[in-house]
Structure formats: C-alpha cells, structure tokens
C-alpha cells in the first residue's frame, strides 16, 4: 500500500493561519454578539419600567433635597431629570434613592439604582476597581474646612493641633489626611457616618473645624445656620473634586444616553436657548441648533430616542446656566459664583463637543 505524501510544511502552516483566523473571529463575533445584547440592559430595563430610578443625597440643599411634600430639587436632580426627559418626554419619570456616602457605590453596582447623581468625585479608582463610568462632570468643585468665626482663622495653616470632623467612607478623609500630613501639621479625626450627625457635632462645638467639598459646606452653612455670618468657609482648596454623575460599565447605550443628556443642557447654554426661548429656536437656521432640537434628524436614532429628545430636556429642565443659578447660583441661597462651573468662553471648563 502506498502512504499518502505529507504535506509542504508550507500549506499545513497556511491551514492552521486560516483556521486560527476563522477561530479569532468567532471568538470575536460571539463577543460581540454577547456583548451587544448586555450592553442595553439598563437602557431596556430603564424604558420598559417607564422611569429613572435616581440615586441622590440623602439632602443637601442646591444638589439634591426634597421640600416639605416630598418634591425633590437640586443640581444633581436636573441631570436625573434631563435623562427622563430625553428618554420618555416627561422630566417627572424619576424615582429617587436617598444615598449615604457608603451606601451610594454599592447602590450603583448592585442595580438597585440605574444612575448615580449625588455629588461623588470622579476618580481613578472609581473609575476601574468600582466598576463604574463617570459621565461628564456636573460640578467642579474643591474640598475646604469651615470653622466658627469666633475663631479668627484666616487660613486652613492656622488649625495644626485642630480636631476636624469628617465624613468616613469619602475622599474627604484620605484628602484631609494627605493635606496635614503634607504642610508637617497634625489634627485629630471626629469621624461620624451620617451627614445629619457630623454636622450637629460639629455646630455642637465637639469639632474645631469641618471638612467637606466647598459647595457642600456652603450648602449646610445656609441650609443649618441661622446666622451664616457666624461661619466662615477658609479659603484654601485641598483637593480636585470633579462632582460627575455615574453609571455601570457595560451598558454603553445608557451611558451614552445620560453623558449627552448633559451636554444637551450646556449647548443649550452656549447658544443662548432657555426654556422660554426654545419654542421660537425651532425656526432658527443655525445648523447647530436645528441638530441639537431635531429639526435636522440623527442624533435621536443615534440615542435611540426621539428626535425632540434635547428639545424636552431645554424645554421642561432648562439650560446648565439655568439649572446652576435656581440651584446653587444668585437664585438660591448658596449664591455661588460661576468659577470653574462656567461655560469655556467665559473662563470656565464647561465645554460640550460638537453634537452631530
């Protein structure tokens, strides 16, 4: 019997490439497949409950705090609200979670809430260990120490040997820790879990000083006190805190959903459209705004929404500068300056990229 001639060592290479190319692609294909069908998860579930289930604060005035029937307003609300907006047509399809600093993240990772927005800073760590995407920063914002004028304090140099109440479970602690260790100063923690707690220890006079992101400070500084001038914010910042709203990673349909539910409101901003002027801008013949309201088609089917989506979301929540000024600006009691938080024209690091 005569045996078969092995092949050229040539042609079983340029087999075995092939079948490995075949078995990538495959592999490939069925990830994507796989990957495909995971990654609208929230977005499906989001819109067959028919509302946003919000993670908030549990109250902090100009972010996130109920009124007295129950009606929940703030910065950190607005953006809870544009997504329902963009998604349903109706800012009021929100449901919202009242969240501790320590219970926020795992709120988040365990599904219980579909979008984080409670004043969390951005960081590496969230980023990747946490298995969370930030969506664009809402509130840039810094952390600071606010002690009793009777004091006389002029500068956060000024409380080496200070006990300092501090929020655990945050930034805050490590920022705080870092600061003093670095200017060769000491301080002694009080650290209370529940915001409502550390505050009224610190007004208690148990603490010399109490730390927080400067927004956060100012808000309970209005919001406690019956005479602010009895506070003073010191004016040093310790610490970067972009403030960004937050959702899990893998669900890219959503994400892409709240990120441009965002910058739809500082569009809005930079070209000049409010909800009281936004009717008319339906007829205006600049390219941007046709897109950005819908009049031109695409960025609604790109979303998977309506085309009106950023229409709804100007019309019934406003524009960024209309949202921060009833929030936390000259309308409301913090009467916070614009700062870092303004447009990119102005000085600012408020910028949305082109939305086409």
């Given at each position: 019997?005569?045996?078969?001639?092995?092949?050229?060592?040539?042609?079983?290479?340029h087999t075995?490439?092939?079948?490995?190319?075949l078995?990538?692609?495959?592999i490939?294909?069925?990830?994507?497949?796989?990957g495909t069908?995971q990654?609208?998860?929230?977005?499906?579930?989001?819109?067959?409950?028919?509302?946003?289930?919000c993670?908030?604060?549990?109250?902090?005035?100009?972010?996130?705090?109920p009124?007295?029937?129950?009606?929940?307003?703030?910065?950190?609300?607005?953006?809870?609200?544009?997504?329902?907006?963009?998604?349903?047509?109706?800012?009021?399809?929100?449901?919202?979670?009242?969240?501790?600093?320590?219970?926020?993240?795992?709120?988040l990772?365990?599904?219980?809430?579909?979008?984080l927005a409670?004043?969390?800073?951005?960081?590496?760590t969230?980023d990747?260990?946490?298995?969370?995407?930030?969506?664009?920063?809402?509130?840039?914002?810094?952390?600071?120490f606010?002690?009793?004028?009777k004091?006389?304090?002029?500068?956060?140099?000024?409380?080496?040997?200070?006990?300092?109440?501090v929020l655990?479970?945050t930034?805050t602690?490590?920022n705080?820790?870092d600061?003093?260790?670095?200017?060769?100063m000491?301080?002694?923690?009080?650290?209370?879990?529940?915001?409502?707690e550390?505050?009224k220890?610190f007004?208690?006079?148990?603490?010399?000083?109490?730390t927080?992101?400067?927004?956060?400070?100012a808000?309970?500084?209005?919001?406690?006190?019956?005479?602010?001038?009895?506070?003073?914010?010191?004016?040093?910042l310790?610490?970067?805190?972009p403030?960004?709203?937050?959702?899990?990673?893998?669900?890219?349909?959503?994400m892409?959903?709240?990120?441009?539910a965002f910058y739809?409101?500082?569009?809005?901003?930079?070209?000049?459209?409010?909800s009281e002027?936004?009717?008319?801008?339906?007829?205006?013949?600049?390219?941007?705004?046709?897109?950005?309201?819908?009049v031109?088609?695409?960025?609604?089917?790109?979303?998977?929404v309506?085309e009106?989506?950023?229409f709804?979301?100007?019309?019934?929540?406003?524009?960024?500068?209309?949202?921060?000024?009833r929030?936390?600006?000259?309308?409301?009691k913090?009467?916070?300056?614009?700062?870092?938080?303004?447009?990119?024209?102005?000085?600012?690091?408020?910028y949305?990229?082109?939305?086409?």
């Amino acid at each position: 019997m005569r045996l078969k001639e092995p092949r050229p060592v040539k042609t079983r290479l340029h087999t075995l490439a092939i079948a490995a190319t075949l078995s990538v692609s495959a592999i490939a294909l069925s990830g994507a497949v796989s990957g495909t069908a995971q990654a609208g998860a929230t977005f499906d579930g989001v819109k067959q409950k028919g509302y946003v289930q919000c993670g908030v604060n549990l109250g902090l005035y100009g972010f996130s705090s109920p009124d007295d029937k129950g009606k929940w307003s703030g910065l950190d609300v607005d953006v809870c609200r544009a997504v329902a907006a963009a998604m349903f047509g109706d800012a009021e399809k929100v449901k919202y979670t009242p969240l501790s600093a320590q219970q926020r993240l795992p709120a988040l990772q365990s599904g219980e809430i579909d979008l984080l927005a409670r004043n969390t800073t951005r960081t590496l760590t969230r980023d990747t260990a946490n298995g969370l995407n930030f969506t664009p920063t809402n509130y840039y914002d810094g952390q600071g120490f606010m002690v009793s004028s009777k004091l006389g304090l002029k500068s956060a140099k000024q409380l080496n040997g200070a006990t300092v109440c501090v929020l655990p479970g945050t930034t805050t602690e490590q920022n705080v820790s870092d600061y003093f260790r670095a200017n060769k100063m000491t301080f002694k923690p009080v650290v209370i879990e529940k915001n409502e707690e550390l505050n009224k220890a610190f007004f208690a006079g148990r603490c010399d000083a109490l730390t927080s992101d400067a927004s956060q400070l100012a808000a309970i500084r209005a919001a406690e006190v019956q005479n602010p001038n009895d506070y003073v914010i010191l004016p040093e910042l310790i610490s970067k805190e972009p403030l960004s709203p937050a959702v899990r990673q893998g669900d890219e349909e959503w994400m892409n959903l709240v990120t441009w539910a965002f910058y739809a409101m500082v569009q809005a901003e930079e070209k000049g459209l409010t909800s009281e002027t936004v009717d008319a801008a339906m007829t205006s013949p600049d390219p941007d705004v046709k897109r950005l309201l819908g009049v031109t088609a695409g960025n609604g089917k790109a979303l998977g929404v309506e085309e009106n989506w950023a229409f709804n979301i100007i019309k019934q929540v406003g524009n960024y500068a209309q949202s921060y000024e009833r929030n936390v600006g000259a309308g409301s009691k913090l009467k916070m300056p614009r700062g870092q938080n303004a447009l990119y024209t102005e000085g600012g690091l408020m910028y949305a990229p082109p939305m086409k």
